[in-house]
Each structure stands twice: as C-alpha cells, then as structure tokens.
C-alpha cells in the first residue's frame, strides 16, 4: 500500500489529506485559531461535582465546562490529586516520581464526591475536543504519546499493543521497558517498535519524561484553567502515528509548515526526510493531486461506486445510517444473491472508508442488500471487519442481523468531518436564473479593462473552467481572445483553468495570488 500525506496550508486553518494508493481516505480541517485538542493537559478548577450523574463539570478556559466522568478519573487519580497538591505547596521540588509515594488505587464502583470537591484545582487531560455545544469530555489518568511510546504517570506497569504479533518481540521489549523506564512511570509500548533499538526506544522514552518535567515546572506556578502541555498539531500527531515504511511521499504548499515538518522528521525518522517536498505549482494543491474532486464526490447524501452501486447516507440526532443501493448494477448471468454479495462488498470497503473519512463516532446502522445464505453474510462480515482495520479509532462490529442490518459503534474524539458539496450557483446566485450566456465574455472583459485602467492592477491571473479557458485560448498565437486583451492592455493575462469552478464562474487575481475585489 502507498500512503501519501497533502497538506494544504492557508491562513485561516491545515487541511490535511490522507491517500491511500491515491484514494483519499482521510480529511482533517484544522483552524489555525483551534484551542482544545486531544492530548492537550490541563489545570482546571472543579465547578460543580453532580452526584447524580457521578460526574464532575471542571472549567479549562472552553466556553462550556469540560466533563469529567467517574469512570474517568483513572486508577491513581488520588495519586495525581496528592502530587498536585505537594507541587503547589513545594514539597515535590523535582519532576521525577523516585521518591514519590503513590496512593493507592480508587475503588472502581466509588462515587466522583469522594474524589473531587467543588472549587478543588486539578491535572486533566482532553479526551474528546468540544462537539457541538457540548464542552471538552476530560480525564484525569494522564498519557503522553510518543513516537513508540507512551508514558503514563504513576503507574509501573508495562504493556505491549496487541497488534504485535511475535511473543518473543513482545517479551523483548517488555523486558527492554521494565530495565529503562524511569520508577512510578508506566509505558505501553506502540505497535511501531517492533524491531526498534534499545537506542531508539531510550531516545523517545526520554523526550516523554522531559514533556513530564515541562508539565511539572508549568504547574508550580499556574493559575487555572491553565494549559500545562499542548499537544502537537495535527500535522505533527499524524506523522507521529503513521510515518512508516509504506509511506512515500509528503506534499506541503507552505514553506514554514514544510520547515516545522522537516525538522520533526528529522527527529523522529531520518531516514524518511526525502519523502517531504515542497509543492510550489501554480494550480492549488488539491487540484493537482485530484483531492478536491474525491471530495467533491465523497461527502454528499449519495456515494457513487465504480460498479454502479451507490451508498445513501443520513445523519439523525442519535444515529448514523448507511443504504446500500445496487443502481443499475446488476449481471444477468449471475443469479440475485451472487448480485448482492458483489454489490454489498464493494459497498463494505467504501462504508469503511467513510468512516474514516468523515470521521463518523457513536452508532453506526448499515442497510446492506439482504443475502440469504449464511456463508455469505459471514463473507460480508469478515469483509467488512477486514477493511476496518486500518482504523485507528476504537470501534465494534456486530454480525449482521436477519435483516440484513450491521450494527457499528465507533469512538469519537472529534467533531464529524462535513465537507458542504452544494454549492449556490456562482452564476446565479441562488435565484434559479442566469445572465444571457452571450454577455459573459462581456461582464469578462469589462471587469479585466477595469481592473487595469482604474485599479492600475500588473500580472493578472484569470481563474476560469477549462471550457472557458480552452475559449479564451482558441485560435492560438495572435489571433486568440487572450492575444487581443494583450494589444489592448498592453500586458498578458494568464488564464488558469479551475476544474472545481461552475461553468461561469472566473475570479481575477493579483501577482500574490489574492483575489481582485471588484
């Protein structure tokens, strides 16, 4: 498999694209002004501890408090509230937890006002970003993630991902953990350090422990809601979590992004610092990669497969559902069964996809075509099973019902990716009429003599359709549209063809590539 990484930078947010074999797979919007991210620590203050839902509201500076959950507080939360309160006071005078003795563990079917008091400043850690009008969901059983590694505070144990597969590699790098780690530190030890060396493992171990002591020296003097240790950005993270021997190529289109990622890659893997380029075409950088057309053609109500089927997808308040429709797909030598299982396999890759995609989290119902043979339905829930590996989120299938429905819960950590793919008609505006199409060339150059004799405007860019641009163009060297707007003006005007532009759409652009506002 080929994975790829395009990152399209602008000045209000990071879109990041993950392709797989060319196919986009991932989307992540990132607005530069983004304040809570999973993995962020910080030092909150308790607002309101509600007994009946066993829970606690703790303000960390969001608009609505952060929730924080019984169940969440984590084994040695009285540990982490015992050396709040020595930092705060100055008895812990080091980050390290040598000498520091642990509480012990809460009882697992406690109650939160055992715990936690109102106006009590605690260390807690994201685990879902704000969704909605819901405020962050928090933890206080804190974790830092690195490139191998995870450090968790407070703990001694040492546990391996379950995606490893040799007992000996699991042995070696349990024993590794247990001979380097630092005392009341436990570590779970990532699926990308198989094979690693002592020397690689150590590295990253000790960039986790010195975040640790940043933490610490933050909390000696913070005011809460305070952040303690950001997580890094979404670039950074996912580098983190995928870069690995199936990853070939990296495009980014801003040169401070590709600096940042360059010296993280540096760090982190040396080897793979090749696969970064710095794209500096003239098209964006989602047309030329054909993103901008996958997501065009991904995020609406209906999905459309190669085969001619098509997937119908519907949000509602608890749920989300997934239609299968086989289209006009169907193969008159095969029998309906055969039909639907072709059908209701491709439907399963692209249902996985999705997922990832959109980024979906909570229920999951899938409306497959109804198979009546029972190796096939097995067939398809292996299928899909198979495809949804690849997805880092937790999640759960269940065997398909006699109704031929599988049921998906899937975690959420972030708000759901929605890409709006209607468009108000540019030529329009929404009113369901257009100018005659015989003045558009008119309204064209009208804008363009103004543009340049009254806004004194030098090397224009015109952003049309291909269609448009190929009309422009026609008749070529002299006897061209474009030739003649360059006797007139005295000065060339480019024309760019804009593959995501309605058909009488354009937009006149300046030599730094900013939009001319007319």
């Known amino acids: 498999m080929n994975y790829e990484l395009i990152i399209n930078s602008t000045p209000s947010e990071v879109v990041i694209a993950l392709l797989n074999d060319k196919r986009l797979v991932e989307l992540h919007r990132e607005k530069n002004n983004t304040r809570f991210s999973v993995g962020d620590i910080y030092f909150g203050k308790v607002k309101k501890v509600m007994t009946g839902l066993n829970a606690a509201f703790v303000d960390v500076g969001y608009e609505k408090d952060a929730f924080l959950h019984y169940l969440d507080l984590g084994p040695q939360a009285n540990s982490l509230i015992k050396y709040v309160e020595a930092v705060r006071s100055g008895k812990q005078n080091v980050s390290n937890l040598m000498y520091f003795k642990n509480d012990k563990d809460i009882n697992k079917d406690g109650k939160i006002n055992e715990i936690v008091k109102s106006g009590q400043q605690i260390v807690v850690q994201v685990a879902k970003e704000p969704i909605s009008a819901k405020g962050p969901r928090i933890t206080s059983e804190i974790s830092i993630a690195g490139r191998y590694l995870v450090l968790i505070p407070f703990s001694d144990k040492v546990s391996v991902s379950s995606k490893l597969k040799s ?4 042995n070696r790098l349990k024993e590794l953990m247990h001979s380097i780690k630092p005392k009341n530190f436990g570590v779970i030890v990532r699926t990308v350090a198989e094979g690693k060396s002592v020397a690689e493992l150590e590295g990253d ?15 000696k003097t913070a005011q809460p809601p305070q952040i303690l240790l950001g997580e890094m950005d979404r670039t950074n993270a996912m580098l983190r979590d995928f870069l690995n021997a199936t990853f070939n190529a990296i495009h980014v289109n801003d040169q401070s992004v590709y600096e940042d990622l360059k010296s993280y890659i540096k760090n982190i893997a040396p080897d793979k610092v090749d696969i970064l380029k ?7 950088i989602f047309d030329h990669f054909g993103i901008e057309r996958q997501i065009k053609s991904l995020f609406g109500k209906h999905v459309h497969m190669k085969s001619g089927a098509y997937l119908i997808i519907e949000h509602t308040e608890a749920l989300h559902v997934f239609d299968v429709n086989s289209g006009n797909r169907a193969k008159s030598e095969k029998s309906q069964e055969e039909n639907a299982l072709e059908v209701n396999l491709e439907a399963a890759v692209e249902v996985a996809r999705q997922l990832r995609l959109r980024d979906m989290g909570g229920i999951i119902v899938v409306d497959f075509i109804d198979l009546h043979n029972p190796e096939n339905r097995k067939l398809l829930y292996d299928k899909l099973k198979e495809e949804m590996k690849s997805d880092r989120a937790k999640h759960n299938i269940l065997p398909p019902s006699k109704f031929g429905l599988i049921q998906i819960t899937r975690q959420r950590l972030r708000p759901e990716v929605n890409v709006e793919v209607l468009e108000t008609c540019p030529s329009c505006g929404g009113t369901g009429k257009v100018q005659p199409s015989l003045l558009f060339v008119d309204q064209i150059e009208n804008t ?4 340049i004799k009254e806004q004194n405007e030098k090397n224009i860019t015109l952003n049309v359709h291909p269609y448009i641009e190929a009309f422009i163009k026609k008749g070529g060297f002299l006897r061209s549209m474009q030739w003649k707007w360059y006797f007139e003006h005295k000065q060339w005007v480019k024309i760019q063809p804009m593959s995501s532009f309605g058909f009488m759409e354009y937009k006149f652009h300046n030599k730094n590539n900013d939009e001319i506002i007319t």
């Open 167 to 170: 007992i000996e590699e699991k």
């Open 205 to 219: 171990l000790n960039d986790l422990v010195k975040k640790w002591e940043a933490c610490f020296n933050e909390l």
């Open 278 to 284: 710095y794209y500096s075409g003239k098209v964006p």
């Open 448 to 451: 363009l003599r103004y543009i």
